[in-house]
């Protein structure tokens, strides 16, 4: 006598004995999912589909989780994968928190050039220094401002065309612990050298 199977996911009764493992219903919303392009939290992948979501070859794939030491998963967005008999069942980090990842690490990225950038023109060295990575990973958690409104721009141009000299004085006053803060440092620097 056989027993009785039933699906992984939704652990109903599987109709028929066929070689499915899934319930068609829930074999349905996968696809669907998959058609999508959302990337199931908590459902199973197999290599073909993780594949697909991943944008790579199934042979890659498969490689990539039995050679975890070589491959890190986080780097190709693996959170865990299982082998439950001969199949592989992966799951992928969500999209969203990588696009996110991303991001960040984008901002960081132009906000280093920036200060090099910076540093370049007041000559002090295109190096970033200790400070200007610990601003930028403070940048990270402070919220941006909030965005002005195209009538709160112009009246912002409107007073700069009125009074240049002002504005130019204020941001002389604003650089100024900058450029100082950076000359301190290069000094430091050089005296360590």
């Known amino acids: ?71 890190p998963w986080r780097y190709y967005g693996i959170t865990e994968a299982h082998k439950p008999g001969k199949e592989w069942r992966v799951f992928l980090t969500p999209l969203e928190h990588r696009k996110e990842l991303e991001k960040q690490l984008t901002d960081i990225c132009n906000g280093a050039l920036n200060c090099m950038r910076l540093n370049a023109i007041f000559g002090l060295g295109p190096v970033l220094t200790p400070s200007d990575m610990r601003d930028l990973l403070e940048c990270q958690i402070t919220p941006l ?20 000299d002002r504005y130019v004085d204020q941001f002389f006053a604003a650089i100024a612990s900058f450029v100082e803060e950076k000359l301190n440092e290069m000094q430091l620097l050089r005296l360590k050298l």
């Open 1 to 71: 006598m056989r027993t009785m199977r039933k699906c992984e996911w939704c652990h109903r009764r599987l109709k028929g004995y066929g070689q499915a493992e899934v319930c068609p219903r829930c074999q349905e919303k996968l696809e669907r999912t998959l058609d999508r392009h959302l990337e199931p939290v908590n459902i199973p992948l197999t290599v073909k589909q993780a594949a697909i979501q991943l944008n790579r070859h199934p042979g890659h794939v498969r490689r990539v989780l039995e050679h975890p030491e070589k491959y």
């Open 145 to 164: 401002p909030r965005r002005k409104t195209p009538r709160e721009r112009e009246e912002q141009k409107e007073r700069l065309r009125r009074d240049p």
